[in-house]
């Protein structure tokens, strides 16, 4: 079964930068988009920054200018590197891919999954 394998997360101050980085596990081949969402207290999930097989990124409006998406396609892996942290950006960061096709011991398979989540939070 793959799972997606966060890391990264943590607690830092006002104005600090974190790199959050997802991988997957298992025998995987390619994999069309990767994207990070986040779902602070009281709040509902949102997206932060996409990226697909072309490279091309989208940003959500609220980090556009301080995060950069980006992926290294080699080793599956979905990188977010965030500077210029703000309390607001307090949340549980979830890694999602799409389209991603493999093997396991099943056959070959095409289908999305989610992380688990990894808390980023900022004091003040």
């Known amino acids: 079964q793959v799972q997606l394998v966060e890391s990264g997360g943590g607690l830092v101050h006002t104005g600090e930068s974190l790199r959050l980085s997802c991988v997957p596990t298992g025998k995987i081949f390619s994999i069309d988009a990767m994207a990070w969402y986040r779902q602070g207290s009281g709040t509902e999930r949102e997206l932060v920054a996409r990226?697909?097989?072309?490279?091309?990124?989208k940003y959500g409006s609220s980090v556009a200018g301080r995060f950069i998406i980006s992926r290294d396609n080699a080793n599956n892996t979905v990188f977010l590197q965030m500077n210029g942290l703000l309390p607001e950006d307090t949340a549980v960061y979830s890694c999602n891919m799409e389209g991603v096709y493999g093997l396991d011991g099943h056959g070959f398979f095409q289908r999305d999954f989610w992380g688990q989540g990894t808390q980023v939070t900022v004091s003040s």
């Open positions: 990226i697909n097989s072309y490279g091309t990124t």
